[in-house]
């Protein structure tokens, strides 16, 4: 059974006027344990809402309007308050994009370790300032931060450093699932990469489940098993990295039309001739109701159906796409043995 | 897009919007830049340190560095905000590094920067409209309703179109590269020589970043302003940049042709850099990415 399974996933925002926002439609998710998963969109495609909504951290006016999220075989879309609380802890828990925001600045970092560790200890546990001082330790010595970070204040630590900090404090309950983010956006291409590296080396040593949260493929794909694309609020494709980058050298047209765009906003700074496309257009109002594939206004394959028909999330070659024209033109039969 | 397309520099042709003399080249000679940290002790920062270069008319030149490399410093002298410790920074003949109020104000109609952050650097408060506007009118001396159809002009080049509809909209009801357009357009406003953009894309989402870009690039080809590229992006860079520094602790550590640094790094610095870059394409395949080229049209 997997570890975490969203059923029917529907998240709108109830603005104080005006429409609903339904920022994550009909979303269906298993992560298996141990798996690392990247959840790739743009600004506004439901990717932070849907991370938010799988570790029921969603706040007003972000809403569960429906739909069943089980954990570990516990269905925690319907859990509140101390119940709800009680199974953060070894169960999920949630690394914000800026680091900064995510510390409290008026509390030296073992303040911060104290805090999580003892509203979360239970019975017999060391939460004296010594023991608060061990554990916070050895948390920061697993992200690669010497104790004396401890002492510090979050404005005197870079912000590599800072979002170190709170990948400690999510492992501080040793959560089963770590839902990252965009923990890197804020940072520079070399503060990155060793980041990512660090949270690369977590998950394979403690072996939790992972999810990455990123506008970036590129980013995604160098760190992440699986890719899920998101787009509209609706996940359209969903596939192993391996198979994503075999699918684009081979092409054979088992990927969707956006995850294709995506990958055209990649280039090797090396190469000989450059080329970049971006993605013209601009991803659809939310509060609007859809009628069709939401991609179809900016997808060059789209057809008449496209703009009639929402297309399902249907498995193609090696992987799930939600796309009327991939769908009939890709030849699965004869590709999908020698891409999986 | 291609980086063979951006790099024909080539003598500007002649335009309404280019500026009446020709631009004249920027000299960054042996400056430094150094910090006082405040608190107990007196402790220093050097943040640049000796950093010679030239922007030569009409090129564009890519600054690039992790952070706390120096490279915002840099910006800083050179727009004026800051004085350097040591060195001269001059403007043609305009010495940038002296400059009071008076001469700082003259040299920002000439130098104009692009930031960062296209959500903080546009005042929540004002129109699209209003915000491109103040430019015009204070450092070209228009009236109201000449400034009115300059900014449907500008609006209409950095592509926000059609430009009626962006004028009366609000900060909060723009994407985030509609946003640097905005800032684009504000910088464009009073004809300036040289555009300074620290870090314009890294904020945006990667589809949107190839739109941005093309659209530095084609203002540089098509109105000779010279443009200082300051980025950690070495993608971006190699696209839209001739001319590469690579800046690390203050100091230049390698200087040469954007395609030459790049294929042929010679510092190890420089390689870190290049290997941190996410491409998904790297290791599979070790080629460039082929995709249809970005239009001039390609809006956020």
């Known amino acids: 059974m997997a570890l975490l399974g969203a059923e029917h996933l529907n ?54 309007e429906s739909g069943v999220i089980s954990f570990d075989g516990t269905d925690i879309a319907s859990l509140r308050g101390e119940r709800l609380r009680r199974q953060r802890r070894n169960g999920f828990a949630l690394v914000l ?71 400690a ?19 520079d291409v070399i503060v990155q990469q060793a980041v990512m590296q660090t949270i690369k080396d977590l998950q394979r040593d403690r072996g939790f489940t992972a999810v990455l949260i990123s506008h970036d493929l590129g980013v995604v794909l160098d760190t992440a098993d699986r890719v899920v694309v998101m787009y509209a609020g609706r996940i359209v494709e969903d596939k192993a990295a391996a198979a994503l980058t075999a699918c684009q050298h081979e092409r054979q047209g088992l990927y969707h039309p956006y995850t294709e765009a995506l990958l055209g906003c990649y280039a090797d700074p090396r190469a000989d ?7 013209p257009g601009t991803p659809p109002d939310l509060s609007l109701p859809q009628a069709g594939c939401s991609f ?24 799930r796409v939600a796309c009327h024209v991939r769908a009939r033109t890709a030849n699965v039969d004869v590709e999908a043995g020698r891409v999986s | ?49 000796d950093v010679s270069f030239t922007i030569t008319p009409g090129a564009a030149v890519g600054l690039v560095g992790a952070s706390g490399s120096g490279k915002s410093t840099l910006a800083r002298l050179i727009t004026g905000s800051e004085r350097p410790t040591a060195g001269s920074i001059t403007f043609g003949d305009v010495p940038v590094s002296r400059l009071r109020a008076g001469g ?8 104009q920067m692009v930031f960062q952050d296209p959500y903080g650097a546009l005042n929540p408060l004002h129109t699209v409209e209003y915000t491109v506007m103040r430019p015009c009118q204070n450092f070209l001396r228009m009236s109201a309703a000449q400034a009115r159809h300059r900014v449907a002009e500008l609006l209409d080049t950095v592509g926000l179109t059609p430009a009626s509809q962006f004028a009366v909209k609000l900060p909060h009801q723009l994407s985030g590269g509609q946003r640097q357009r905005v800032l684009i357009a504000r910088a464009l406003a009073s004809n300036p020589e040289l555009i300074v953009a620290d870090e314009p894309v890294s904020m945006l989402d990667v589809s949107l970043r190839a739109g941005v870009l093309e659209l530095l690039a084609r203002l540089r080809r098509e109105r000779g302003i010279s443009l200082l590229y300051i980025t950690h992006d070495l993608l971006g860079a190699r696209l839209i940049t001739d001319e590469l520094l690579v800046l690390n602790r203050g100091r230049i550590v390698e200087h040469g042709p954007t395609r030459q640094v790049l294929q042929h790094p010679q510092h190890p610095y420089t390689v870190q850099l290049l290997d941190a870059v996410p491409n998904p394409f790297a290791t599979a395949a070790g080629v460039s990415a082929a995709a249809a080229p970005a239009t001039d049209r390609n809006r956020s």
């Open chain 1, 273 to 279: 001739v450059v080329r970049l496309a971006g993605i």
């Open chain 1, 169 to 187: 404090l999510a492992l501080a309950l040793q959560p089963r699932l770590i839902v990252f983010d965009e923990p890197t956006t804020a940072l």
């Open chain 1, 296 to 319: 179809a206004p900016r997808c060059p394959l789209a057809e008449q159906i496209c703009r009639d028909v929402d297309p399902p999330l249907s498995p193609l070659g090696p992987g």
């Open chain 1, 97 to 167: 994009q800026s680091g900064m925001n995510a510390l409290n600045p008026v509390r030296t970092i073992a303040r911060q370790f104290g805090d999580v560790l003892k509203a979360h200890a239970q019975p017999g546990e060391d939460t004296s300032v010594d023991g608060v001082l061990r554990s916070g330790t050895e948390l920061l010595a697993a992200v690669r931060l010497g104790p004396e970070v401890l002492r510090r204040f979050p404005h005197e630590l870079s912000g590599g450093m800072r979002q170190r900090v709170s990948i």
């Open chain 2, 104 to 111: 700082l104000r003259n040299l920002h109609r000439r130098v």
């Open chain 1, 11 to 64: 998240v709108g925002y109830q603005p104080s006027r005006g429409q609903r926002i339904w920022a994550v439609r009909d979303v269906d998710l298993a992560l298996e344990q141990g798996e690392f998963v990247g959840i790739v969109g743009e600004s506004g495609s439901g990717k932070t809402t849907l991370g938010h909504a799988l570790t029921r951290m969603l706040r007003p006016p972000a809403h569960l």
């Open chain 2, 1 to 49: 897009m291609s980086a063979e397309l951006s790099r024909t520099g080539g003598p500007p042709e002649a335009t309404a919007d280019r500026p009446a003399s020709p631009v004249p080249p920027l000299s960054v000679g042996n400056v430094s830049k150094v910090y006082r940290v405040r608190g107990r002790g007196s402790r220093t920062v050097t943040a640049v340190h």
